[in-house]
C-alpha cells in the first residue's frame, strides 16, 4: 500500500512542476510557530487531562476491556462503514470518495479527551480508546483501506504515515503517564491543575478553529457535497457510535464517551496521508474534506456539551422542587462538588431508564450522593 517516491514523478514529494494553491501551501514561518505551539499546548493539555485519570479504573479498564473493545469496533467497524456507504450514496469521485474512506479509518483524535471531561465522561477509557485506537491503527488502517478500496480500482497507491501514528502516540502517552503520575502523588493539586487544563483546552479548541478556517481561507470555494458530509460525517459517528455502546448495555458514563470518542477523528493524520500519498492537482480536490471535518467536529462537540449542560441543569432543577427546604439551603447541606454532581446526574439516569415509577427506589438510589437525602 505504500507508494513508491523514489522514482515516481507523481508522489508530491518528487514534483517540481505542480505548485499547491495559495490555500495550501507550505507552512511558513508564522504557520510553522503556530504549529509548534500547538503541538506543545496540545501536549501540556493532556498532561493535566491525565491528572483525572486513576490507576485503578485505569487498569480495571485493561483488565476488562470491554468498553475499550466497543470503542475500536466503532472505529475501526462502524466508521470506515459509514464513509464507504457516504461515498456511495453522494457518488463522489474516486479522488474524493478516497477522502472520506481515509478520514473514516484514521484513529480517535485527543479533542474526544477535551469534550468527554466536559460531559462528565470516563476519561480513563476515553484516553485508553484513544491510546489503544492509535496503536491498533497501524493495522487496522491499512486493513480496511486495502477491504474498502477493492472495488474501486485506484490508479495510485496510498501511502500510510507510520511516522505520523508514531508521534500522536508518543504525545499522547508521555504527558498522559506524567499526568496519572501527579494524580497518584500529589491528588489535590492534580484537581487544579485539572480546572486549568480544562479551561486552557476549551480557549485552545476555538483558536485552532479559527486560525484553521482563516490558513485554509481559500478552498472554502471547494465542493458543496464534500462540506455536505464532512457536516454530517461526525454526527453520524457520534449517533451510531452511542447506539452501539446502548445496545451493549454500557452505562450512561461510558455511552457519552465512546460517543464522543467514535465522532472524533485524527485530522492531521488524514492530512498527511493525503499529502503523502496525492499530487498537488488531486489534493486541490479533495483536502478541503478534513479542515471542514475538523470545523464540524468543534462544532458538534461545543454543541453536545451545551446539550448535556442543559440537561444538567434541568434534572438539578426538578431535584430542588421535589426537596423545596434544600433550594434555601439546609443546615448541613454543603455546596456538592463535580464528582458529587456526576455521580448524582450518573444514577439519576440509570433509575429514570430502568425504573421511572418507584419513588421509594429513587430514594434509596440517591442516597449515597450524600446531603441530598438529609433535606427530604
Not at 480495571?60 to 475499550?68: A, C, D, E, Q
Not at 466536559?118 to 487496522?140: K, N
Not at 462537540?301 to 431535584?319: D, E, S
Request: glycine share 6%.
Amino acid at each position: 500500500m505504500r507508494a513508491n517516491c523514489s522514482s515516481s514523478s507523481a508522489c508530491p514529494a518528487n514534483s517540481s512542476e505542480e505548485e499547491l494553491p495559495v490555500g495550501l501551501q507550505a507552512p511558513g514561518n508564522l504557520e510553522l510557530v503556530f504549529t509548534v505551539l500547538s503541538a506543545v499546548m496540545m501536549g501540556l493539555l493532556m498532561f493535566s487531562l491525565g491528572c483525572s485519570v486513576k490507576l485503578q479504573k485505569l487498569w480495571s479498564h485493561i483488565r476488562r476491556p470491554w468498553g475499550i473493545a466497543v470503542g475500536l469496533l466503532c472505529q475501526f467497524g462502524l466508521m470506515p462503514l459509514i464513509a464507504y456507504l457516504l461515498a456511495i450514496i453522494f457518488s463522489l469521485k474516486p479522488v474524493q470518495a478516497v477522502a472520506v474512506l481515509i478520514m473514516g479509518c484514521c484513529p480517535g483524535g485527543t479533542i474526544s479527551n477535551i469534550f468527554t471531561f466536559w460531559v462528565d465522561g470516563d476519561m480513563d477509557l476515553s484516553i485508553s480508546m484513544t491510546t489503544c485506537s492509535t496503536v491498533a491503527a497501524l493495522g487496522m488502517m491499512p486493513l480496511c483501506l486495502y477491504l474498502y478500496t477493492l472495488s474501486w480500482n485506484l490508479e495510485q497507491s496510498l501511502t500510510l504515515p507510520y511516522q505520523n501514528i508514531g508521534i500522536s502516540l508518543v504525545c499522547l502517552t508521555i504527558p498522559v503517564a506524567f499526568g496519572v503520575y501527579v494524580n497518584y502523588r500529589c491528588p489535590k493539586q492534580s484537581k487544579i491543575i485539572l480546572k486549568i487544563g480544562a479551561i486552557v483546552g476549551g480557549v485552545l479548541l476555538l483558536v485552532v478553529a479559527v486560525a484553521g478556517t482563516l490558513l485554509a481561507k481559500e478552498s472554502w470555494n471547494s465542493d458543496i457535497i464534500l462540506v455536505t458530509i464532512s457536516f454530517i460525517f461526525p454526527l453520524i459517528g457520534h449517533v451510531m457510535g452511542f447506539l452501539l455502546a446502548l445496545l451493549t448495555r454500557q452505562s450512561w458514563q461510558r455511552c457519552r464517551t465512546i460517543s464522543l470518542e467514535t465522532g472524533a477523528q485524527n485530522i492531521q493524520m488524514c492530512i498527511t496521508m493525503l499529502q503523502l500519498s496525492f499530487t498537488a492537482k488531486q489534493l486541490v480536490q479533495m483536502i478541503i474534506f478534513p479542515l471542514t471535518y475538523g470545523l464540524f467536529q468543534l462544532l458538534d462537540g461545543f454543541l453536545i456539551i451545551a446539550a448535556y449542560k442543559i440537561y444538567k441543569r434541568i434534572l438539578k432543577n426538578k431535584q430542588r422542587k421535589r426537596n423545596p427546604g434544600c433550594a434555601e439551603g439546609c443546615p448541613n447541606m454543603k455546596s456538592t462538588s463535580p464528582k458529587e454532581t456526576s455521580a448524582f446526574l450518573e444514577v439519576n439516569e440509570e433509575v429514570a431508564v430502568t425504573r421511572p415509577s418507584e419513588p421509594t427506589d429513587l430514594h434509596m438510589a440517591l442516597e449515597p450522593t450524600g446531603h441530598i437525602s438529609s433535606c427530604a
